[in-house]
């Protein structure tokens, strides 16, 4: 079966990487969330998805040079065109001990393409132990080194490689770094590939996948699962194969 993740949570409706859309997914049904992280000033490993808190929250400034308390402060909820009480950036604690009480699988996004963020992988799977979620987490970055970094230091928890563009041979490839699925955007993604993948034991979770066309596609193909902002119509759809 396709397992659906709610991309930021469930971003169509709610505002993303927040608690109430985390909260908001796992109601709808959806199997899993997708979410960002970035590194504060001082060092904790916050949920958000740009570099800046500009676009996503009331504040302005990059994360890194914000620390956690100023990031609290902040109302990520604010753009939302709904009566919504103040929704801070969680951190990824936060949402870890809300995940040690249902069931969801939850993808972590390591944001450290632009910006290395010195210890961010170390800090992520510290966590991970800690709340016992080793079995539940995949990591997935387009920083293909810190995936092969994440291996190393933490074999028993499952990584995938994000991909803007597929590369050759894409199974291949992720057993060489020894991960077990990979994360391609959908519009590069073929047929043969997603078929290949799977069949060599790769999971292919394409991403974002809002269409119901495009839903209906990668479900009838295969793929283990399908990220999307709108988990509920990929739920609706799936139900309808
Ligand atoms: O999980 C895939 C997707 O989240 C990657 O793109 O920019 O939405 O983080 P972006
Ligand atoms: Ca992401």
């Given at each position: 079966?396709?397992?659906?993740?709610?991309?930021?949570?469930?971003?169509a409706?709610?505002?993303?990487?927040?608690?109430?859309?985390f909260?908001?997914?796992?109601?709808a049904?959806?199997?899993?969330?997708?979410?960002?992280?970035?590194?504060?000033?001082d060092?904790?490993?916050?949920?958000?998805?740009?570099?800046?808190?500009?676009?996503?929250?009331?504040?302005?400034?990059?994360?890194?040079?914000?620390?956690?308390?100023?990031?609290?402060r902040?109302?990520?909820?604010?753009?939302?065109?709904?009566?919504?009480?103040?929704?801070?950036?969680?951190?990824l604690r936060?949402?870890?001990k809300?995940?040690?009480?249902?069931?969801?699988?939850?993808?972590?996004?390591?944001?450290?393409?632009?910006?290395?963020?010195?210890?961010?992988?170390?800090?992520?799977?510290?966590?991970?132990?800690?709340?016992?979620?080793?079995?539940?987490?995949?990591?997935?970055?387009?920083?293909?080194?810190?995936?092969?970094?994440?291996?190393r230091?933490?074999?028993?928890?499952?990584?995938a490689?994000l991909m803007?563009?597929v590369?050759?041979?894409?199974?291949?490839?992720?057993?060489?770094i020894?991960?077990?699925g990979?994360?391609p955007?959908?519009?590069?993604?073929?047929d043969e590939?997603?078929?290949?993948?799977?069949?060599?034991?790769?999971?292919?979770?394409?991403?974002?996948?809002?269409?119901?066309?495009d839903?209906?596609?990668?479900?009838?193909?295969?793929c283990?699962?399908?990220?999307?902002?709108?988990?509920?119509?990929?739920l609706?759809v799936?139900?309808?194969?």
């Amino acid at each position: 079966m396709t397992l659906i993740f709610a991309h930021r949570g469930y971003s169509a409706l709610y505002p993303e990487n927040t608690m109430l859309a985390f909260k908001e997914a796992e109601k709808a049904g959806a199997e899993g969330i997708e979410l960002d992280v970035q590194l504060s000033k001082d060092g904790e490993v916050v949920v958000i998805h740009d570099e800046t808190v500009d676009r996503t929250t009331n504040g302005k400034g990059y994360v890194k040079d914000l620390t956690y308390a100023e990031l609290k402060r902040l109302n990520a909820g604010f753009r939302m065109k709904m009566n919504l009480k103040k929704e801070p950036i969680p951190s990824l604690r936060e949402v870890l001990k809300w995940l040690t009480g249902n069931s969801l699988i939850c993808n972590i996004e390591l944001k450290n393409s632009i910006f290395p963020y010195q210890g961010m992988e170390e800090k992520v799977i510290e966590l991970i132990r800690e709340y016992r979620l080793t079995e539940r987490i995949i990591i997935s970055s387009f920083n293909h080194y810190s995936i092969v970094n994440c291996y190393r230091r933490a074999p028993e928890i499952e990584t995938a490689p994000l991909m803007g563009q597929v590369v050759y041979m894409p199974w291949i490839y992720a057993e060489s770094i020894r991960a077990k699925g990979i994360h391609p955007k959908y519009k590069t993604l073929k047929d043969e590939v997603v078929k290949k993948s799977e069949e060599s034991g790769v999971a292919v979770r394409p991403y974002t996948v809002n269409k119901e066309k495009d839903m209906v596609h990668f479900i009838k193909l295969g793929c283990s699962g399908l990220i999307t902002d709108d988990p509920v119509r990929a739920l609706r759809v799936r139900k309808q194969i």
